[in-house]
């Protein structure tokens, strides 16, 4: 089995600096496990220490049944993909793939084999005889890819591969980073900032902040029942509006759920946010605010509105919106769509029934 288990795991830097608060986390054989968080919540940093690149202070880190916390990185059969690719340029990219297995003794013919193989999986058997300053960066990455490919190793770790590439190009090669994991069926830890790459990719996804874990699930789970204000805001593309209680006098709620006490904060998704026409039934939440900017996406608008406290709202209309600039919307959500979160901004569930 080729799992990484995380206990109870710490960093602490000079001047009890606590990077990384006792992040406990079991990652299963064969899964492919998405680090997520803002600049500075330590994804980047946990990696490293998976890696073996960064010490440990405290708890234990277990790759493939064995504790690995003394272990150089060489020993800990992983391999990384880095975002600057890290090739030598005066190799071709055949050399570079064959260039760790030559190091560790492996017989020529199964260099061969394991770089054809690599090369048919990633579609760059054509540029085996090529620089790296002859590829895209597309093709840079996908050599970068096949080098920790060849190795055959217990697990990935991807640090932030797509962040040097076009957004075209960060969509392709997401498609083919999932396609590859499924075939492979090694275990990976994957870091993004981009929650949009974390959504697609992951067979789970852990969201970071300060150190800790804020939460973790499937990437739906984490979208539909987001536990708290801070993962509700970073999971989601464009992201909940959360609304306080009470708050913005242009808010009228006439939901059950506000009679509730602990509700500090109601959120609702853009897409949940819809404009209420004259003799439709009362929404749980609606609300009147100015069309400040359309944001036209393909087959969907976003509308850019506030209200007249100042209050930004953001909602989604099919097609091509036709709403004018400066008009005034009423917009509103059903009860389903509400998310309730209590002061201290973690989630309220819904009575049953």
């Known amino acids: 089995m080729s799992g990484i288990h995380l206990k109870d795991v710490r960093k602490v830097y000079a001047g009890d600096i606590e990077a990384i608060k006792g992040v406990t986390l079991d990652i299963a054989d064969g899964e492919l496990v998405v680090l997520v968080g803002p600049s500075g919540c330590g994804k980047s940093t946990l990696l490293r220490m998976i890696a073996g690149l960064e010490s440990i202070t405290s708890g234990d880190i277990v ?52 770089i054809g193989k690599a090369a048919a999986a990633l579609e760059i058997a054509q540029y085996l005889d090529r620089k790296p300053r002859q590829l895209s960066g597309g093709q840079r990455q996908r050599v970068a890819m096949g080098r920790a490919i060849v190795r055959e ?39 993004t900032h981009d929650q949009m790459e974390a959504m697609t990719l992951a067979d789970r996804l852990v969201v970071l902040n300060g150190g800790r874990i804020e939460q973790m699930g499937t990437p739906i789970e984490l979208y539909e029942r987001p536990a708290t204000t801070f993962v509700a805001t970073f999971i989601g593309s464009p992201s909940m509006n959360l609304f306080a209680v009470p708050g913005d006098a242009a808010i009228v709620y006439n939901s059950p759920a506000m009679d509730r006490g602990e509700v500090a904060t109601v959120g ?41 406290d100042g209050l930004a709202v953001l ?31 973690k989630r309220i569930e819904a009575p049953a029934g």
């Open 315 to 345: 909602f989604r209309v099919a097609g091509r919106s036709r709403m004018p600039i400066g008009s005034t919307v009423t917009i509103g959500a059903p009860e389903a769509a509400l998310h309730l979160y209590d002061k201290d901004g």
């Open 153 to 191: 190793p217990s697990a990935f770790l991807f640090d932030e591969p797509l962040s040097n590439l076009d957004a075209k190009l960060r969509t392709q090669m997401r498609v083919e980073i999932k396609r590859l994991q499924r075939s492979l069926a090694t275990t990976s830890v994957y870091v």
């Open 268 to 308: 609702v998704r853009p897409e949940d946010l819809v404009p209420v026409d004259e003799g439709d039934l009362t929404p749980a939440i609606s609300l009147q605010a100015a069309v400040e900017a359309i944001e036209l996406v393909g087959a969907e608008s976003y509308v850019y509105a506030r209200t007249d």
């Open 63 to 114: 790759i493939a049944d064995r504790v690995v916390n003394t272990l150089e990185p060489a020993e800990r059969d992983i391999a990384m993909v880095f975002q600057n690719y890290a090739l030598y340029p005066h190799m071709t990219v055949r050399q570079n793939l064959a260039y760790g297995l030559k190091n560790r003794g492996m017989p020529k013919a199964e260099i061969e084999q394991r």
